[in-house]
């Protein structure tokens, strides 16, 4: 594969939304018609450069090229799961900052699972990603080439798509949103924004914002604890905005989006694996239409926090006796280190 740097102080033309890249056509003195060719071509055919839009005059091919950059993905390394379908890769940027994207495969489909920033600055304790600190947000392009690249490379197409990989969507909310219109765009991929899950963390304001777009995405919430003191403890966004502050923002979602919020709660052996905690859940969330996902919290090798499991399963009988229901979620892709910063940390430059 050939690295291509891209021109600094060139637009990236793979960011525009359909109608920001309309109104640089009509900038330009061309035909309105002209943007629709482009957007084809780079979000449907998926060309790498301005020479291959062969339907374009050259003149106006060379035009563009000197104002217009198309942004690429160089794939560091591919790690393919000896024990599912998982295949994750490790993305060089332009600038030689380094992200990840896993591909999943389920019943139901290919889902992709993909970075929206470089690093982190939540500080979840448990949490991989947020080690090394925050770098930069990650544009709409450097999004949907995680997509575009990924199938790509593994010739498969992505049914639905998760905003779970580094970063806290939510901290990139504009690119977050662009990237969105322009995936879900009839003219380019195509995407149901109801084949799409955005995770936070719960910077509250910003849920807000996202039930006003009513873009129809799944909200998915990092719970992890059902009390203040020991979510503070291994989520410090908590003491920003605490539990109860975050469930009525979650509340307002549903009610504005009709979407039902899927939390998410790692279990953390000693942390918040007790019946207690169950009950803790249950006074916050019984009779929510919700949905709760637990996953056995990750090893990662610079803290201690260690589940399993059998804890995992535990912790759902627990919430079963309070007559909530619960899934466990499937590890994919646990022997190369799917979760989330883990290999982006070995590679760290
Ligand atoms: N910042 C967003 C999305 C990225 S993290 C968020 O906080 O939701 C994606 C999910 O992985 C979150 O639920 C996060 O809490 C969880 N996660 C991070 N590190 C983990 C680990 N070591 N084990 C289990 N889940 C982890």
Known sequence: MVRKLSGTNKKDILSLEFSELENEILKLAEPKFRAKQIFDWLHVKRVSDFGAMTNLSAQFRERISSLFCIKSLFALKRLASEQDNTVKYLYELDDNNRIETVMMEYEHGTSLCISTQVGCRMGCR???????????????????????????????????????GIGEPLDNFDNV???????????????????????????????????????????SVSLHAGNDRTRSEIMPVNNKYNIGELIDACKRYFDKTGRRISYEYAVID??????????????????????????????????????????????????ESFGMNATVRRTLGSDINAACGQLRREYEV
């Open 270 to 319: 000693g942390v918040n694996d007790r019946k207690k905690n169950a009950a803790e859940l249950y006074s916050l969330l019984g009779g929510q239409n919700c949905h709760i996902n637990i996953i056995p919290v990750n090893k990662i090798k610079e803290r201690s926090f260690t589940s399993d499991r059998k804890s995992a399963n535990q912790f759902k009988k627990y919430l």
């Open 126 to 164: 448990f949490c991989a990603s947020t080690i090394a600190g925050f770098k930069r947000n990650l544009s709409p392009s450097e999004m949907l080439l995680q997509v575009y690249e990924t199938e790509r490379l593994e010739g498969k197409k992505v049914q639905s798509l998760v905003l779970m």
């Open 177 to 219: 949103v662009k990237f969105l219109k322009i995936l879900s765009d009839e003219r380019g991929k195509n995407l149901s924004l109801r084949h799409v899950s955005i995770s936070t963390c719960g910077i509250v304001p910003k849920i807000d914002e996202l039930a006003r777009l009513k873009l129809g995405v799944t909200l």
